[in-house]
Structures are given as structure tokens and as C-alpha cells.
């Protein structure tokens, strides 16, 4: 017996049986082997102490990811100087009680954040198709699409709330300073460009003068927000949004960003040039998933250890 247009159903089968057991690996193992990568940025004054930063960025945090807590929590054991959160911490309206305790521990150290859009706004089941789709048409997020109708909107104000409490730095659309070490650390943050609630024109100017290092922050590397930042001479910039991909071919990388930023780049360190001016860019892939596309497939779930180093 033959499957329709002469494929032995034999053959039909095995491709079945393939493509199951990737999707269990992806959602069953790979979603949930959480990774610490560990990356060296030379941007501090010379004769400085190294500095440790730990960025964490979308946590996408469900109701019942008792795994995905405990890591976070771990996470604290590095004794990081700082931590920086690139947004997108929910995927989950309840979710807010659960994201608090895993990050419960980190917030016993300075920090800052900016949010992305799945903190102001609930995910929706969406044909991951689409995300090509967009890539071909020049499409991401509001910039090319009609404004979102009938989302589910956050509780983002209790974590706000919490980070705040805590100490952290909200970077929505401002600045602000962390002094760590004897070192000033200056930071500028976007609220997200994906859902074009970036307003650089609020924070230009370029970097701190009395700062000894100034760092960009913000979720989603669309290039107009890089541009700018690189433009008025920011040495590193921190990002997220772009979960590396997440379904990734092997030896090749990703398909899509979901922004702007080419795939070549769609998460570890990189250099954005405009002009004579060079930043580095440190793009996280994440360590959470879209609640209905709880997949990742070649492209692990991280955090990244970032250890800040006197310049060359």
C-alpha cells in the first residue's frame, strides 16, 4: 500500500516518526537545559578590577516552570557585581508570584532593567510561519504590522513594583548610574522598539561625561535603536528579544531575529558600526519561550555571564 503521490508510506512513516521525536527533544529536553555562557568584554578603564555582569532576558516565566526557578535562583551562587534583565520576564498573566521568587535571590544584588513587550502584554497563538513570512515583507513587530487587537494585558506594574523595591534601576526611556568597585557605571534604556515604545530622543546625548563606562540597554536590537546608540558613542550595548532564533538549523543558525538585526547576530557578542563609531553588542538568547511554542531546537536556553575587562 502507497501514500497519495506515490510516497511509500514506509517512507511517510519514518518522516512522522522523525519529526515527532524532534519535537519531543525540542520541547521536552532542549527547552529546558539551561545554559550559562560566560563571555569577556574589554570596555573598562585601563588598571580597573574586572567587573562580573549577569544578564538575564526573556524568562517568558509560565505558572508551574519549577526548573526554569530553580536555575534562576542558582544563578545567584555567581556572586554576580550586577545584573542587568533585557526584559519579556512573562508568558503567563499569573506568572508574576513565580518570576518574583526566581529572581528573588539576584535581587539582593545591584541590578537594572528595561521591559519588553511580553511584560506589558500576553502572548497569543500565532503559526510560527508568520515569522518568516515577515522577514520576506520587511515586517517586525509594530513597525510593519497594525497595532495588536485584543491582547491580553499584564499585571506588569506589581513586578515593576518589586524590581524597584529592590533597588533595581528602571531604565524605561532614562538613565542611571550603579558605582561599583570605585567604578561609575552609567546606563541608558529603551523602553521596547518592537512595540515602538522607544523614545530615544529622551536620553540622546551620548554617554555620561563623568562616567567611567556607559552601557546601552534595551530588549529588542532593532537597528534604529543600535544606530543611535553606537552613533553617540556608546562602547557596549545589552539586548535580548531574539531567543537566538529559537528553532535553529545545525551548522547553519538561525532563520529569523523576529526584528530587524541580520541572523549573523542574533545572539553573543558582535560589533555594530556606523560611521568611524564601533560598540560592541551583546544580544542574548534567553532562557524562556512563548507559552504556546514552548520549543528551541539548536539554540539552548542561557543566561550570559559577562565579565567586563580593561580595554586593549
Known amino acids: 500500500m502507497r501514500a497519495r503521490y506515490g510516497v511509500p508510506l514506509k517512507v ?87 518570576l518574583l521568587d526566581a529572581l528573588g535571590p539576584l535581587m539582593e544584588f545591584p541590578g537594572v532593567y528595561v521591559f519588553g513587550s511580553n511584560d506589558y502584554y500576553g502572548p497569543k497563538l500565532r503559526n510560527p510561519a508568520l515569522y518568516l513570512l515577515e522577514k520576506m515583507h520587511g515586517k517586525h513587530g509594530l513597525n510593519g504590522n497594525a497595532p495588536a487587537v485584543g491582547v491580553v494585558h499584564n499585571p506588569w506594574e506589581p513586578m515593576r513594583d518589586a524590581f524597584d523595591a529592590a533597588g533595581w534601576l528602571n531604565l524605561t526611556n532614562t538613565r542611571g548610574r550603579l558605582k561599583q568597585d570605585g567604578l561609575e557605571i552609567a546606563f541608558t534604556g529603551l523602553d521596547d522598539p518592537h512595540i515602538k515604545r522607544d523614545r530615544y530622543a529622551e536620553v540622546a546625548g551620548g554617554p555620561d561625561a563623568g562616567a567611567d563606562l556607559s552601557i546601552g540597554v534595551v530588549h529588542a536590537p532593532y537597528l534604529r535603536s543600535l544606530d543611535a546608540f553606537t552613533a553617540d558613542g556608546y562602547p557596549l550595548i545589552l539586548a535580548g528579544h531574539t531567543h537566538g532564533g529559537q528553532l535553529c538549523i545545525p551548522f547553519y543558525g538561525a532563520l529569523v531575529t523576529n526584528c530587524d538585526l541580520d541572523t549573523d547576530r542574533v545572539k553573543g557578542l558582535s560589533r555594530h558600526v556606523v560611521g568611524d563609531k564601533r560598540a560592541y553588542l551583546h544580544v542574548s538568547a534567553g532562557c524562556g519561550t512563548n507559552r504556546y511554542t514552548p520549543v528551541r531546537f539548536a539554540c539552548p536556553p542561557e543566561a550570559t555571564l559577562l565579565t567586563l575587562t580593561p580595554r586593549d
Do not use: C
Request: proline fraction near 7%.
Open 12 to 98: 511517510t512513516a519514518v518522516g512522522a516518526a522523525v519529526g515527532a521525536a524532534g519535537l519531543v527533544y525540542a520541547a521536552g529536553f532542549e527547552a529546558r537545559s539551561f545554559r550559562l555562557r560566560r563571555i569577556n568584554i574589554p570596555v573598562l578603564p585601563h588598571g580597573a578590577r574586572p567587573l562580573r555582569v549577569l544578564q538575564v532576558s526573556d524568562i517568558h516565566m509560565v505558572s508551574g516552570q519549577r526548573k526554569k526557578r530553580a536555575w534562576l535562583q542558582s544563578l545567584a551562587g555567581l556572586r554576580p557585581d550586577f545584573v542587568v534583565n533585557t526584559g519579556d520576564n512573562l508568558s503567563d498573566p499569573e506568572g508574576v508570584p513565580e
